[in-house]
RNA sequence: UCCCCGGUAGCUCAAUUGGUAGAGCGGGUGGCUGUUAACCACUAGGUUGGGGGUUCGAGUCCCUCCCGGGGAGCCA
């Protein structure tokens, strides 16, 4: 018998086929039951009545849910079943019987859910997130590809910091003692521009900040690019076409993902270039217009973000920060000597920051004055000052978040749905 | 580290000014040939997070500890 996937039933209609996968769910009558099974590439309504299938009917209708069977049956077209199409059942072997499922039909807490991620994994929702994370990813990739930047995998060890040491995870490294856990692929990056030209890295990192907030986890994943001969004004430019390339061609692959998520595209839909541009002090300005009094030279909130988002109807720009509250490589500003020539972008309806990025400071002289004001061990990023020294160039690059980007795409409350196993302050398990 | 909220049946939640701990789902038993979180009937299921205190009496009030959630700081 011929052997196929649900998401395969249009092109096998009036056909014998056997499925295999695992009960989602079943609702029985006395003569006849609906098992609804999931195979893994979608979801379909299996037809049993107890003429056909003999004896076996009374166990089969009383599978507990999640038990995996094997299900062959006649596929055809029906109105009344979720997704059109049905198959009319003529054997089921019980490949494994499950315990009571934890997870139940009615809703669950946060708690009880993350504690039983890896079960909750199955529910349709879930599905749902993980797939579109999986489109998200592909298109970051097939975007990079088409332009001409070359993957460079990042060490996850590492000796020196690109943001702030206290926020990092330390690891013992065999006799060379600490070595940290990578909060960014950037500075490595940029020591691959001069080889490459234009390059770019996507994996983990790992924040030690002892942060409870829904846009939080300890472990994320991160996708950068770095660019040589890219100026401040460019790296702009490239940012507007990748978010609005990887926004669109997502939204485009999984409308039914995301249409069983609820989220409304209109907003995504608007995603083009140009976004936004202010500058921080006209950030700080719409603050105070708004009656939220923030000092020049403080970092924005979470709600100043959000403030500031919700006045846009697509991503914007904030460009020039203070140098003080910015990354040390981050390039000077020629005109504010107190600016940095970067850009935090913002997503819209609240989600805040998407992407950190900048002009990397150049200048040999003003790196090392820089790396002393935020007290680096000049030792430590000797490789990093070299880079300087052998052909230095106006370079830029950036760092989209992917689990705070996927989280606004699917209209998430919390960044942890994002994520399939998210690490959390309070949270390593499962 | 700080602020706020929570912890009651396997799960989600009720329980009036302190007065005999309940419901839905899930489990078990039975019924039903087109169900859509199916439905109907019956049934089992509890050291109310731990410890201490006030009281004739504590799920409820007080103290303390533990666990979790949301937020702040910090950041993608």
Redesign the pocket.
Same mark, same amino acid.
């Given at each position: 018998m011929p052997e196929c996937t649900i998401s395969e039933f249009p092109a096998h209609v009036g056909e014998l086929v056997t499925i295999r996968g695992w009960v989602q769910?079943r609702?029985?009558? +006395? %003569?006849?039951s609906?098992l609804i099974i999931r195979d893994g590439s979608g979801i379909c309504?299996a037809?049993i009545?107890?003429?056909v299938a003999g004896e076996p009917y009374q166990e089969i209708k009383?599978l507990?849910?999640e038990s995996s069977v094997i299900v062959s049956g006649v596929v055809i077209m029906?109105d009344?079943?979720?997704g059109g199409y049905?198959m009319?059942v003529k054997g089921v072997e019980i490949v494994s019987k499950a315990d009571?499922f934890?997870i +139940? %039909?009615?809703?669950?807490?946060?708690?009880?859910l993350?504690s039983h991620r890896h079960l909750w994994l199955r529910s349709p929702r879930q599905i749902a997130i993980l797939r579109i994370r999986d489109t998200l990813v592909r298109h970051v990739r097939a975007y990079f590809a088409n332009k001409g930047f070359t993957l460079v995998d990042t060490p996850i060890f590492t000796t020196t910091y690109g943001?702030?040491s206290t926020?990092l995870f330390s690891v013992e490294y065999f006799d060379l003692g600490k070595t940290y856990l990578t909060q960014t692929g950037q500075l490595y990056l940029e020591a691959a521009i001069f080889a490459l030209g234009r390059v770019y890295c996507l994996g983990p990192t790992f924040?030690a900040?002892?942060?409870?907030?829904?846009?939080?986890?300890?472990e994320?994943w991160?996708a950068e690019a770095e660019m040589a001969f890219c100026d401040h004004e460019k790296n702009l430019e490239i940012q507007e076409d990748f978010v609005s390339y990887v926004v669109q061609n997502t939204i485009a692959d999984r409308e039914n993902e995301l249409r069983l998520l609820e989220r409304d595209t209109e907003q995504l839909k608007k995603v083009r270039p140009p976004f936004y541009r202010i500058s921080y002090d006209d950030a700080i300005e719409l603050l105070r217009k708004k009656g939220h009094e923030t000092a020049w030279g403080e970092?924005l909130?979470?709600?100043e973000?959000t403030l500031i988002s919700n006045t846009f109807d697509k991503p914007v720009f904030i460009e020039n920060y203070p140098r003080k509250?910015k990354a040390f490589y981050m390039k000077q500003h020629p005109e504010r000597k107190d600016c940095a020539l970067c850009a935090?972008l913002l997503a819209p309806e609240g989600y805040?920051?998407?992407?950190?990025g900048s002009q990397r400071e150049d200048d040999i002289g003003v790196l090392l004055k820089s790396m002393q004001e935020h007290a680096l061990d000049p030792a430590r990023y000797a490789w990093y000052v070299d880079l300087r020294k052998y052909g230095s160039v106006p370079h830029s690059g950036f760092?989209?978040?992917i689990?705070?980007t996927l989280s606004w795409i699917c209209g998430l409350h919390?960044?942890?749905e994002t994520i399939p196993f998210p690490r959390?302050?309070?949270?390593a398990y499962p």
């Open positions: 769910n609702r029985s009558s +006395g %003569k006849i609906f309504q037809v009545t107890r003429d009383k507990p849910l029906e009344r079943a979720p049905e009319q009571e934890p +139940g %039909k009615k809703e669950h807490g946060p708690d009880f993350l943001e702030d926020n924040r900040e002892k942060s409870k907030t829904r846009r939080h986890l300890t994320f991160m970092d909130g979470g709600d973000e509250i935090d805040g920051e998407i992407i950190g760092g989209l978040g689990e705070r919390h960044v942890r959390m302050l309070y949270r």
